[in-house]
């Protein structure tokens, strides 16, 4: 049966739009039209969003419009920031915009005002913070706290580890916060072996206080501090904090009351580095840069609220990711900062949006038949283009690309930040014009190759174009700026689950693997060859209990 979604009005007349579509190439489109950049650029405060290097018209945009005025977006966004319970499989609202509300409005969850809980909550990880950074929090032998680490995972973790590298020139330089994720123990262990016990402090984030790579990451640290007192855990509530909406599970691994912080179970793991999951941000770059933060996302969700879908950068983001992903089919989507500090942002957006959108089963249970997210990569922008770039610009899929670039870097040495700009320039345009074949041929001919050496080597210079890129300008990553580019894609990302039609804030598509490796544990514990699996995971288990016979259950 045909979905709500492909039997729209909006999608058919897309579909017979890209027919046109499909062969029109962005060169003609900006010769057509030398105003295509004031048409399809929009700014916001000190972000510029320059959407004009896609494949697309007028008609494209407002067709693409059409599709989210069918799918009701506007009155989901009401509904999102009104805290009407959207995950609906969870039954829970989805208000991490609540966190950075600035409103003074109130904002209630069956029928409470979450907002004065938000602020408590938040004034006390400040205080907590600035306990640390003003060296007043002192440890077991009243040193000051050298060193602070964050033991979490996927959104207890990703978030927080992006921010704080983008904003890493505003953290103190005499406090390092290191951050533990990997069940592996060489993460944690690499990450103790130069600390001391006595001034390190620990934070454990876990929403569920059940991840097992935390949960075995935190017993790693506890031992290691406990053993470091000769066994004596009295001095626990000096080292160790919790953030995590499973209070009893906290108090049960021995954090202090007064050391657990709150989450709410209407703020999704992947959308939280706005609560107390952002601890470790307020304690490496202090609550005013944290309050900056969020005022930079607010300003943004008032953007999402308030702007007309046309000039909604968000909208936009989502709706010229559609276009891509269902009407041309492009698999993935390459995210390229040109800001080094921005070095985890593609990881970090790796799980806001492949967790939110990797769904097959729509808001209404059917399986959809169209395709959802898409797969997210990326890395530096210029460490890319010396890597996977020679696939954007002449391999045979259609990656479109988001490009985001600094018009200003911390220090800004005009040497480095030149250049670096001049390639942000370059390969947009390049990527859009691509080089045709008497172009290619000018420039081999004024080389000087012979018409031999030019015949053999003119296919390989020629480069198609027409690949899509949109690029981010901000004027430099400041904690407000930080914070208005990540509501940016998180909205982004609610856009075209709005498309979908399916919930962006499960995750029930983790629960499968999280499942089968708590049954292998047990199998582990002997040398005794198993065979209740398929013949690969038995091969595999057996190899491995066989390559290690004496350390099983070790
Ligand atoms: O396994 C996926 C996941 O559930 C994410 O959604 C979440 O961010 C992460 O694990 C960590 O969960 P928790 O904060 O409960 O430890």
């Known amino acids: 049966m045909e979905s709500e979604l492909t039997r729209s009005p909006a999608w058919h007349a897309l579909s017979q739009h890209f027919q046109e579509m499909k062969s029109v190439h962005m060169r003609e489109l900006f010769d057509a039209d030398t105003e295509r950049f004031k048409y399809y650029s929009i700014e916001l405060n000190d972000l510029l969003y320059d959407y004009s290097k896609n494949i697309v018209t007028d008609k494209t945009v407002e067709l693409l419009l059409q599709l989210a005025r069918e799918a009701d977006l506007p009155r989901w966004i009401e509904r999102m920031f009104a805290g009407e319970p959207i995950n609906h499989t969870e039954n829970r609202a989805v208000l991490h915009a609540a966190l950075r509300d600035r409103s003074a409005k109130p904002v209630y969850v069956?029928?409470?005002?979450?907002?004065p809980e938000i602020q408590q909550e938040l004034e006390r990880v400040k205080h907590?913070?600035?306990?640390?950074?003003?060296?007043?929090?002192?440890?077991?032998?009243?040193?000051?706290?050298?060193d602070v680490v964050n033991i979490g995972i996927g959104g207890s973790h990703l978030g927080p580890l992006m921010v704080n590298e983008a904003l890493r020139p505003h953290a103190l330089h005499d406090l390092n916060v290191h951050f533990v994720s990997n069940i592996d123990e060489n993460h944690i262990n690499d990450t103790l072996q130069y600390l001391n016990p006595e001034t390190t402090f620990f934070i454990i984030s876990s929403k569920s206080f059940t991840t097992q790579d935390t949960m075995v990451n935190a017993e790693t640290a506890r031992q290691w501090f406990v053993e470091s007192q000769h066994d004596d855990d009295s001095d626990l509530h000096r080292h160790f904090a919790a953030v995590t909406s499973n209070v009893e599970q906290a108090r049960?691994?021995?954090?202090?009351?007064?050391?657990?912080f709150k989450m709410w179970d209407w703020v999704g793991g992947r959308y939280s580095l706005w609560s107390a999951i952002g601890l470790s941000i307020v304690v490496a770059i202090g609550s005013e840069h944290f309050d900056e933060l969020l005022e930079g996302a607010y300003e943004v969700d008032q953007h999402f609220k308030q702007a007309p879908l046309e000039k909604n950068i968000p909208v936009l983001m989502g709706l010229l990711g559609i276009w891509y992903n269902n009407f041309f089919d492009a698999q993935t989507m390459a995210v390229l900062p040109?800001?080094?500090h921005l070095h985890r942002f593609p990881a970090y957006l790796q799980q806001a949006d492949m967790e939110s959108n990797g769904k097959y089963i729509d808001r209404n249970g059917e399986e959809v038949d169209y395709t959802t997210g898409p797969v997210i990569f990326g890395e530096i922008g210029i460490a890319a283009q010396h890597a996977f770039f020679q696939l954007l610009h002449q391999g045979t899929k259609l990656v479109p690309a988001d490009i985001l670039a600094p018009v200003y870097s911390f220090q800004c040495i005009a040497r480095h930040h030149r250049a670096l700009m001049s390639n942000v320039f370059a390969q947009t345009e390049a990527l859009m014009r691509g080089k045709s074949?008497?172009?290619?041929l000018e420039e081999l001919r004024a080389q000087g190759l012979s018409e031999e050496q030019i015949e053999a080597l003119l296919p390989y210079k020629v480069f198609p174009g027409n690949r899509p890129t949109s690029t981010l300008m901000f004027d430099t990553l400041d904690p407000k700026t930080l914070g208005s580019i990540i509501a940016l894609y998180e909205h982004k990302i609610f856009v075209q689950g709005v498309i979908w039609n399916i919930n962006s804030f499960d995750q029930w598509g983790v629960e499968l693997g999280k499942q089968l490796a708590t049954d292998i544990l047990h199998e582990l514990d002997d040398a005794t060859a198993v065979n209740s699996h398929d013949s690969s995971t038995n091969g595999l288990i057996n190899h491995y209990k066989r390559r290690r016979p004496n350390r099983s259950g070790g």
């Open 338 to 340: 040109y800001d080094q």
């Open 110 to 115: 069956d029928g409470v005002d979450v907002m």
């Open 128 to 146: 907590l913070a600035e306990m640390i950074r003003s060296r007043k929090w002192r440890g077991v032998s009243n040193q000051a706290i050298t």
């Open 437 to 440: 074949r008497e172009e290619a």
């Open 252 to 260: 049960a691994f021995g954090i202090a009351k007064d050391n657990i």
